[in-house]
């Protein structure tokens, strides 16, 4: 059972350039989010999607756009990279139509670095 | 502001004995509350939640207590293993659809 699935785990990248992550579920969730995660920082959500074709932005989405084309796909752009984007991003998706008691899953992380 | 507060960077404690991981929020709204566990190169992993409505929750070694009036949960391990050496997050849900996540505490469980 793969669950949530991220790629790419690790990427470089160079200042103005442009990049997607990939987050793949395979539970049938219609809840899904991403998050990053900066050194001594909590988790913080950039965007999130309440089912196909929907998207809404969370605490932190500037600089980021988000497609949710397919169920099972959540998609994260960065449409020119700026050295404060480099960050550990977590995919995540949950069942429930809400998010209070109903626990996340998350993927392994992809590690960005913008130099 | 933060609203989920982890003030423990980090905690060591010997196998066996008890290890108590502390959050405090600010928001009266916050209404269920959950933990998650990470480990190096991993996604967080969901632990142990706690409703509002309760102020203890058990599930094998670990006990999440919730004391509203002060506005503080405590997680309890006992006893700690040193499988349990993550980093553990504190979340809160308020009814919106994203959780807010303390800052972490890294725990050391010594052998």
């Known amino acids: 059972n793969a669950g949530v699935t991220q790629t790419p785990k690790f990427r470089v990248l160079k200042t103005g350039q442009s990049m997607t992550l990939l987050c793949a579920q395979d539970m049938n969730h219609e809840y899904m989010y991403w998050y990053r995660q900066d050194p001594g920082m909590g988790l913080r959500l950039i965007h999130y999607?309440?089912?196909?074709?929907?998207?809404a932005k969370g605490e932190v989405p500037d600089g980021y756009n988000v497609s949710r084309l397919k169920k099972q796909n959540f998609l994260l752009g960065l449409e020119s990279a700026a050295p404060s984007q480099t960050s550990v991003y977590f995919c995540?998706?949950?069942?429930?139509?809400?998010?209070?008691?109903?626990?996340?899953?998350f993927g392994s992380g992809t590690q960005l670095s913008v130099l | 502001d933060q609203q989920v507060k982890q003030n423990s960077p980090s905690l060591s404690v010997q196998e066996g004995r008890i290890s108590i991981l502390n959050c405090d929020y600010t928001n009266s709204m916050f209404d269920y509350f959950l933990w998650y566990k990470k480990y190096p190169a991993e996604g967080p992993t969901f632990l142990i939640s706690?409703?509002?409505?309760?102020d203890k929750n058990e599930d094998g070694r670990f006990t999440v207590f919730l004391n509203k009036s002060a506005k503080h949960l405590s997680l309890h391990i006992v006893p700690s293993q040193p499988g349990d050496s993550a980093v553990y997050f504190c979340?809160?849900?308020?009814?919106?659809?994203?959780?807010?996540f303390g800052k972490g505490t890294k725990l050391s469980v010594i052998p």
């Open positions: 979340a809160a849900d308020g009814g919106s659809y994203q959780l807010t």
């Open positions: 999607s309440v089912g196909e074709g929907t998207t």
């Open positions: 706690i409703s509002s409505i309760k």
């Open positions: 995540a998706s949950s069942y429930s139509e809400k998010a209070a008691g109903e626990k996340l899953f």
